[in-house]
């Protein structure tokens, strides 16, 4: 209804749709990215929003950006549109084994010395921002591999993300074979298998180490987060930069409600905790303790 009623008043008006996003409409666009997401679009990415959005104009039936924004501010539109919205917008940039020196810190007597300090000596590590799913597989990998298959002490991994897109990528757990090469080798033996029928362009996570990893969307702008679980260890690596200063504190102190004490949390290389107020204490390149 709120899509014909914009589309009967674009052919009534006869009007030429802008070929580009005007800035008025950008900023009130990047107000609604930064209400729904937490991520601020300063006026040099107009551009960049322009052409993650073009598509949408034509999903939703619209000819231009200031009816696409007519459309998000409708109920029924926002109800409709938001998540597609939320999928264009978000940075889904991620890769195996990402910042080395995290995954040198875990090793296999680490993963283990946190999976006897956890409840029932089990060993819970959550991707909080998951993306497509190289990440939670990484340590979906190593976990499996310091526990013996499980045999020494059971394991899981929580994937989450605010995008349902990036979540149905994890779930199919299908990748390039480029995108694999940083998969250490003995690692990439075990665990990655061709993928379409043997075809060695793209390869699938086998699926016993796919059972051990939980799927669930969480936007982190939201009041409460709900893992499942308590966690030993916690990633959410290059994506409080995308947030103002205050709201990184505000999300770090929300993800230690689900990490136990001893626990460690990880951030991105360029991510950095202001704060002198949380329980953590820094161990080493962006690697945090939970204190208390």
Not at 23 to 36: G, I, K, N, Q, Y
Not at 48 to 74: K, N, P, S, W
Not at 84 to 111: G, I, K, W
């Amino acid at each position: 209804m709120v899509r014909s009623a914009i589309q009967r008043q674009t052919r009534q008006t006869g009007a030429v749709p802008p070929a580009s996003l005007d800035m008025p409409t950008f900023r009130e666009l990047a107000r609604l990215v930064d209400e729904s997401c937490g991520i601020v679009m300063t006026d040099a990415k107009r551009v960049l929003l322009e052409t993650r959005l073009r598509r949408r104009l034509a999903a939703v039936g619209v000819d231009d950006f200031r009816a696409y924004l007519a459309f998000l501010r409708a109920p029924a539109g926002r109800a409709a549109e938001l998540q597609a919205f939320t999928d264009c917008v978000v940075t889904n940039e991620t890769s195996f084994f990402r910042e080395p020196p995290h995954f040198d810190y875990l090793t296999p007597d680490e993963l283990r010395r946190l999976a006897e300090g956890g409840r029932e000596r089990a060993l819970r590590i959550w991707s909080a921002a998951s993306s497509s799913g190289q990440e939670a597989y990484s340590l979906a990998m190593i976990a499996d591999d310091a526990s013996g298959g499980g045999a020494l002490f059971p394991w899981s991994v929580t994937a989450t993300d605010i995008s349902v897109r990036m979540l149905t990528a994890v779930r199919e757990a299908v990748y390039d074979a480029e995108a694999t090469r940083s998969v250490p080798a003995r690692l990439h033996q075990r665990y990655l298998m061709p993928a379409d029928g043997g075809a060695a362009r793209r390869l699938t996570v086998r699926p016993e180490l796919r059972r051990n990893v939980r799927l669930g969307r969480i936007n982190l702008m939201h009041a409460e987060y709900r893992p499942g679980q308590v966690m030993d260890v916690i990633f959410c690596r290059n994506v409080l930069i995308y947030f103002q200063p205050e709201l990184q504190i505000t999300v770090i102190g929300k993800l230690l409600r689900h990490l136990r004490p001893g626990g460690l949390l990880f951030l991105g290389h360029a991510e950095s905790i202001r704060s002198h107020d949380l329980p953590l204490r820094l161990i080493r390149s962006n690697i945090y303790e939970r204190t208390e």
